[in-house]
């Protein structure tokens, strides 16, 4: 076979290798980076969405700020630890109820590792490797012990008292008890009980420090450009669920302390 007769296979044979080899690679990076301009302008359109509704939202905020459930619901979970603010409360209710604080002592609780300027990471699905929404913050916490002391009128308008603070709170446990030691006069005589009782009260406060995070215009929040206020009503009705104590009935004694 002549050179001239073989020049056109060989041409086919170069045109495949060159199809094979460079070609559909080059082909399959295009459709590669076609698919990751197209992903980059969701994002993109995803922000602009989130910026519109963000300008929304901010005006949104400013008006529930002003109401009285917005004042409620920003003071129901401050963002800073507060822990003055909570002293400042304790100090009062013991002021309005008669009671006498004798100690109060702070438990360091619960803190995120991350810190109010920290960025978060990304929240990634597992099987997709598409980016999600950040998972919803946890709430970091800070534990109140009291020494309380007073009659049982007094204590039990303080535990009222307490139980109604408007802040995000989980009372964990608390303890009336008779004064162990027993006075005695000049005489050497015991000295009647004057009532005056001690307690301990401990209370876990919530609060919720403010975070960076990735990919957070992905928060369900940002879909819209107005607040759901029914996760609002939600948490006054809980605030205001405590249920107060109310006079005990005929049956029993006033004071489970008195011998009266």
């Known amino acids: 076979m002549s050179l001239k ?4 296979p060989i041409f086919i044979i170069i045109t495949i290798f060159v199809g094979v080899f460079w070609i559909k690679p080059s082909i399959e990076s295009i459709f590669q980076k076609r698919d990751i301009l197209a992903s980059k302008v969701g994002d993109f359109d995803a922000v602009q969405r989130t910026q519109q509704n963000l300008s929304s939202l901010l005006v949104s905020r400013e008006t529930i700020a002003d109401t009285d459930a917005g004042k409620s619901i920003l003071g129901y979970l401050p963002t800073s630890i507060s822990q003055d603010r909570v002293v400042d409360i304790f100090n009062y209710y013991a002021i309005q109820s ?4 004798n100690k109060i002592v702070f438990d360091a609780g619960t803190r995120s590792s991350s810190s109010n300027d920290a960025l978060l990471p990304d929240a990634v699905d597992p099987l997709s490797g598409e980016s999600v929404a950040p998972s919803a913050p946890i709430l970091d916490t800070f534990t109140l012990h009291a020494d309380i002391q007073g009659s049982y009128d007094n204590i039990r308008s303080f535990l009222k008292a307490v139980s109604h603070s408007g802040r995000s709170q989980e009372i ?3 303890s009336i008890a008779k004064n162990k030691s027993i006075s005695v006069d000049s005489t050497g005589q015991p000295v009647p009980d004057n009532g005056i009782l001690s307690g301990n ?4 406060f919530n609060y919720l420090p403010l975070k960076h995070y990735a990919k957070g215009y992905l ?5 819209g450009g107005t607040f759901d206020l029914d996760a609002v009503n939600v948490v006054l009705a809980k605030e205001g669920a405590v249920p107060a104590l109310g006079e005990p009935g005929s049956a029993g004694r006033t004071n489970p302390f008195s011998s009266n």
């Open 201 to 204: 009260i401990a209370v876990t």
């Open 219 to 223: 928060l369900p929040v940002f879909n």
């Open 5 to 8: 007769n073989l020049s056109f």
């Open 172 to 174: 964990g446990t608390f």
């Open 98 to 101: 008669g009671a006498t604080i």
